[in-house]
């Protein structure tokens, strides 16, 4: 019973597959993991090897003119493979949480900060405006951006990538969803930013009980923060892990592979030990 009830998200079966002008292509297929109550798991693989594709479809964001998405993606029990655009769009934000390796590509220029994060609180809440303003501001002051009030009326080209991020985070956490997915969130940020992103997705994992699925290509950032890690490969998992027995213990000749180039540009990772 306890196993099954810390299972926040169960990917089981999972097949996707694309429709090109030469056939349908196969891009991810048998991947298989759970993402327990308050648990980070690293989705870790070479560029290429299915990590976006497959955090996408849980979120059901692939186009699905030209994608099939077979299999089954179970959200605390409720199926979201097949869900319409209303039921997932109700999801989406609230119960799963989605921060991108770009924050720049998650606002949209023409609208102030305010504008767009108040909307998302209002699109998934009862709250009124000023309430919604309230909770934004709160949200961004417990990842410590300064002058919240002020960040509401900016627009995004006029905060750094750094703030952006911390701003998709405060967004991401102001309504308590069961998931995070963070694809590469610390990729596009310099050294004392990425630093500043990873504690705050740890807060937020140990004060909400949020489940992270966090999509690093950086060894040393996965070393820090997973509980469990995936590897992948060519659009399959090659191996599952609790993080200890990957680094002390790497089974697949993969993993081997990717632990070995890591430990080759060790002295390039300013992460691990600084949480
Ligand atoms: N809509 C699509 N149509 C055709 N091929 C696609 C589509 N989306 C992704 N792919 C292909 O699927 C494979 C997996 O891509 P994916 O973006 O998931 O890799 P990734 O592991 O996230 O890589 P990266 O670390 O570079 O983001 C790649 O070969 C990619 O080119």
Do not use: W
Not at 59 to 67: F, H, S, V, Y
Not at 103 to 116: A, K, L
Not at 146 to 172: C, D, E, H, T, W
Not at 188 to 198: K, Y
């Amino acid at each position: 019973m306890g196993t099954e009830r810390s299972n926040v998200l169960t990917v089981s079966d999972l097949h996707v597959k694309v429709q090109t002008k030469e056939g349908a292509s196969t891009l991810v297929q048998d991947i298989n993991f759970k993402l327990e109550k308050g648990k980070v798991l690293g989705l870790v693989g070479e560029s290429g090897s299915g990590k976006t594709v497959t955090s996408m479809s849980i979120l059901q964001l692939l186009d699905r003119k030209t994608t099939t998405i077979e299999g089954s993606i179970t959200l605390q029990g409720r199926e979201l493979n097949g869900l319409d655009d209303k039921e997932i769009r109700g999801i989406r934000g609230k119960d799963i949480a989605f921060i991108m390796q770009n924050p720049m590509n998650s606002f949209t220029p023409v609208f102030t900060i305010g504008n767009q994060f108040v909307e998302t609180i209002r699109s998934h809440t009862a709250l009124n405006k000023k309430q919604a303003k309230e909770l934004a501001i709160e949200a961004m002051q417990n990842v410590n951006l300064p002058n919240p009030a002020k960040l509401l009326k900016s627009y995004p080209f006029q905060l750094s990538g750094g703030m952006l991020q911390r701003v998709m985070i405060a967004m991401a956490a102001c309504l308590q969803p069961s998931v995070i997915i963070a694809d590469e969130p610390t990729t596009a940020l310099d050294v004392h930013n990425q630093l500043q992103v990873l504690r705050h997705l740890d807060k937020i994992r140990s004060e909400y009980g949020t489940s992270i699925l966090l999509i690093s290509h950086d060894l040393g950032v996965i070393s820090e923060m997973a509980d469990d890690v995936v590897v992948m490969q060519h659009g399959r998992i090659v191996e599952t892990a609790n993080v200890y027995e990957l680094f002390d213990n790497p089974q697949h000749e993969y993993t081997k592979k990717l632990l070995n180039a890591r430990l080759s540009i060790k002295h390039e990772e300013p992460i691990t030990h600084m949480l």
